[in-house]
């Protein structure tokens, strides 16, 4: 594990049609409050989106809220998620390459909360970072690129050299191959009405161009 304190972020990814993505639990949830870019990203994607064993936990947990979040998650019960890849499976004989991810993405979320004047470190799942940690590590393994909205993962999957994008940059991917600038930014900025993580926030189509 390379450990640094990178100040900013690290260049976007080419996410062309071609591209192999690990997604974390961020942009699922972004995906199944979107169905237009759901059905965009289903269609050029089939086969060559990947998410791990703690990311589907998460979706899961997700599912059992109300609210727009809860009905975002429950759009990959049953077949919904049948485009993606069967979830990569972790054993304890992972966590020799799990842990310094893990510890890495702690002290980014102490950093951060610490400078928020948050408390909310002190009240972490024990659970927390799982997902992000798998994904990268499973990016890692594989050459893929990570699509994460969580900051914490962003820096970390750049500080080991791998490709990393947010689901806004997926979206002016796909504002590059010619799908509505207006209809992807309205959809996107739904998802921050309704408390659902971007991971970057746009105030209009503007922000999508490329």
Not at 84 to 98: E, R
Not at 126 to 131: K, P, Q
Request: net charge positive; hydrophobic share 40%.
């Amino acid at each position: 594990m390379v450990i640094g304190h990178p100040q900013r972020r690290h260049p976007r990814a080419d996410l062309g049609p071609a591209t192999q993505y690990v997604l974390d639990t961020g942009p699922m949830l972004c995906l199944g409050g979107f169905p237009m870019m759901l059905r965009l990203v289903k269609h050029r994607s089939h086969g060559k989106a990947h998410w791990v064993e703690a990311v589907r936990a998460e979706v899961v947990r997700h599912g059992l809220k109300a609210g727009p979040l809860g009905a975002a998650a429950r759009t990959f019960q049953g077949n919904g998620a049948n485009w993606l890849t069967p979830p990569a499976v972790f054993s304890d004989a992972d966590n020799t390459d799990l842990d310094p991810v893990r510890a890495r993405l702690e002290v980014l979320a102490r950093e951060k909360a610490e400078s928020r004047r948050s408390d909310s470190i002190a009240r972490r799942d024990s659970r927390a970072d799982l997902g992000e940690a798998q994904s990268i590590l499973h990016a890692k393994r594989n050459g893929h690129t990570v699509l994460t909205n969580d900051d914490g993962a962003n820096i970390v999957a750049g500080e080991n050299n791998l490709s990393v994008a947010t689901i806004v940059d997926l979206a002016r991917q796909l504002v590059a191959e010619r799908n509505s600038a207006r209809e992807l930014a309205r959809g996107l900025m739904k998802l921050q009405a309704d408390g659902i993580d971007t991971g970057e926030h746009i105030a209009g189509p503007l922000a999508l161009i490329p």
